[in-house]
């Protein structure tokens, strides 16, 4: 099975705050790599898809970059909507494997 | 409007089965790839399994052999049949769609990405004595 390893596992940012999240596969997976943003009680909601594809509606301070082994999922400036917890996940290979979430907590 | 709706969560014993039942609207399950996701309380997201059209199936091997998915495409409804369950099965339980988005690679030639893009509010199964 490909490992996914998110990293940092938390992070206490602001608003306004460029954050970037990084993904790294234990194998390469191309460019299949979704990345989800998951509010508490709620279900994920898919914000990038194909490494760097924004799903319709993401706004435009979400990008995403990287290809094989490691990605990044960069929040340009941070909103109020955006503090929530954010999973990639692999599609290069059944089974589908998540890594273990990065929470945005307000500073 | 893709919509889907879990039901069929609650209690059940270890050793018990149960069944989820995901209801669909604007939407076919008979040509739509459909995953099983589960995230236990205060954990990450774990695949449980995806039916493609046809009607293959495959499973995360934790559930392997106890889980079964399948779809009636009549009443527009994806099923997880849950069997054997143990008390590490306790989680929410979602159904999303399997979404393939098409690309062409000059090496591999025409391709899909995959990604969830609609997913279910989810379902609580509890396993406990």
């Known amino acids: 099975d490909i490992q996914m390893t998110q990293s940092p596992s938390s992070l206490s940012t602001s608003v306004g705050d460029r954050v970037t999240i990084t993904c790294r596969a234990s194998?390469?997976?191309?460019?299949?790599l979704n990345w989800y943003q998951q509010k508490p009680g709620k279900a994920p909601k898919l914000l990038i898809y194909a490494a760097s594809s924004l799903q319709s509606g993401v706004p435009p301070r979400f990008s995403c970059s990287g290809s094989g082994t490691e990605f990044t999922l960069t929040i340009s400036s941070l909103q109020p909507e955006d503090f929530a917890t954010y999973f990639c996940q692999q599609s290069y290979s059944i089974p589908y494997t998540f890594g273990q979430g990065t929470k945005l907590e307000i500073k | 409007e893709v919509q889907l709706v879990e039901s069929g969560g609650g209690l059940v014993k270890p050793g018990g089965s149960l069944r989820l039942s995901c209801a669909g609207s604007g939407f076919s399950f008979s040509n739509t790839w459909m995953n099983w996701v589960r995230q236990a309380p205060g954990k990450g997201l774990e695949w449980v399994g995806r039916?493609?059209?046809?009607?293959?199936?495959d499973y995360a091997a934790p559930v392997k052999g106890r889980f079964t998915i399948s779809h009636d495409d009549s009443l527009n409804t994806l099923s997880l049949q849950m069997t054997s369950l143990k008390t590490e099965d306790t989680a929410v339980y979602y159904c999303?769609?399997?979404?393939?988005?098409?690309?062409?690679?000059?090496?591999?030639?025409?391709?899909?990405?995959?990604?969830?893009?609609?997913w279910g509010q989810g379902t609580t199964v509890t396993v406990s004595s």
């Open positions: 039916i493609r059209d046809g009607g293959a199936t």
């Open positions: 194998q390469g997976i191309g460019s299949s």
């Open positions: 999303a769609t399997d979404a393939r988005y098409p690309y062409y690679d000059s090496l591999t030639g025409f391709s899909h990405f995959y990604a969830m893009d609609v």
